[in-house]
C-alpha cells in the first residue's frame, strides 16, 4: 500500500519550453502532496505544499508563477515548470499524505530528472 | 531554529558489522521522528517513524533506530550490514504544521564486501 507514482521519470526539454510533471497517489487518497526539489548530493528542499481543492503554499524563495502546481483531485497532483531555463534542471520528488491511517508519514514517488538544454 | 543535524556525510562499513547513522534534533514540542533511504535516482523510502513510546523503533529491513531524548538524538542502526545497505539515509522531524517535514542533509552509507 501506499504507493506513489511520477511521470515521466526522466525528461529533456529546450529552455523556454514548460514542462509537466504528475504526482499520483495510486492507492490512497491524499488530501496533501509536498514537492521537492533535490541537488546533487544534496539534502530535499521542499518547494511547496499541496492541499487539494486549494492554493499551494511555496516555500520563500520559491516562484508561485514558475512553478505551477494543481491539485485537482485527491489522487493527482501536477508540477509545471514554465519557461524553464537551465538551471532549473534538477531531480523533482512528490510526496503524499494518506487520509487514513498514519498521516504523519510521507509516501514519496520515485523522482523526476529533468534537464533543461 | 529548527533543525535536524546528520554529522556524517558518509560513513563506510564492512559488511557483517554493526552500522549506526547519526542524527540529533531540535525542534519544538514533542519530536515526531522520521528515517527515509534513497537509492541512486529514486524517491524516498519510508524506514521506521518515532512518535510516542517505546524508545527502541523497528523498521524495515532490519533496521532500528534508538530515540534519546536528554540527547535529542535518534541514531538509526543495524546489526548486521548488507553490502545492498548502501544508499543515502535521511533524517526528518516534523516542523510543526501542515505535516512538514524538517531534513537532515542526509548521510551516504557504503558497505564494504
Known amino acids: 500500500g501506499a504507493v506513489v507514482s511520477q511521470h515521466p521519470s526522466r525528461v529533456i526539454c529546450k529552455s523556454g519550453t514548460s514542462v509537466k510533471i504528475e504526482c499520483r497517489s495510486l492507492?490512497?487518497?491524499?488530501?496533501?502532496m509536498f514537492w521537492y526539489r533535490q541537488f546533487p548530493k544534496q539534502s530535499l528542499m521542499l518547494m511547496a505544499t499541496s492541499n487539494e481543492g486549494s492554493k499551494a503554499t511555496y516555500e520563500q524563495g520559491v516562484e508561485k508563477d514558475k512553478f505551477l502546481i494543481n491539485h485537482a483531485s485527491l489522487t493527482l497532483s501536477t508540477l509545471t515548470v514554465t519557461s524553464a531555463h537551465p538551471e532549473d534542471s534538477s531531480f523533482y520528488i512528490c510526496?503524499?499524505?494518506?487520509?487514513?491511517?498514519?498521516?504523519?508519514?510521507?509516501?514519496f514517488g520515485p523522482g523526476t530528472r529533468l534537464l533543461v538544454l | 531554529a529548527q533543525s535536524v543535524a546528520q554529522p556524517e556525510d558518509q560513513v563506510n562499513v564492512a559488511e557483517g558489522n554493526p552500522l549506526t547513522v547519526k542524527c540529533t534534533y531540535s525542534v519544538s514540542g514533542n519530536p515526531y521522528l522520521f528515517w527515509y533511504v534513497q537509492y541512486p535516482n529514486r524517491g524516498l523510502q519510508f524506514l521506521l517513524k518515532?512518535?510516542?513510546?517505546d524508545n527502541l523503533v523497528k523498521g524495515s529491513y532490519g533496521f532500528e533506530a534508538e530515540f534519546n531524548k536528554s540527547q535529542t538524538s535518534f541514531h538509526l542502526k543495524k546489526p548486521s550490514a548488507l553490502v545492498s545497505d548502501s544508499a543515502l539515509y535521511f533524517c526528518?522531524?516534523?516542523?510543526?504544521?501542515?505535516?512538514?517535514?524538517?531534513w537532515g542533509a542526509g548521510t551516504k552509507l557504503i558497505i564494504k564486501p
Open positions: 518515532y512518535i510516542t513510546g
Open positions: 526528518a522531524a516534523f516542523r510543526g504544521s501542515n505535516y512538514q517535514l524538517i
Open positions: 492507492d490512497f487518497q491524499a488530501t496533501t
Open positions: 510526496s503524499a499524505i494518506t487520509l487514513a491511517g498514519f498521516q504523519e508519514t510521507q509516501y
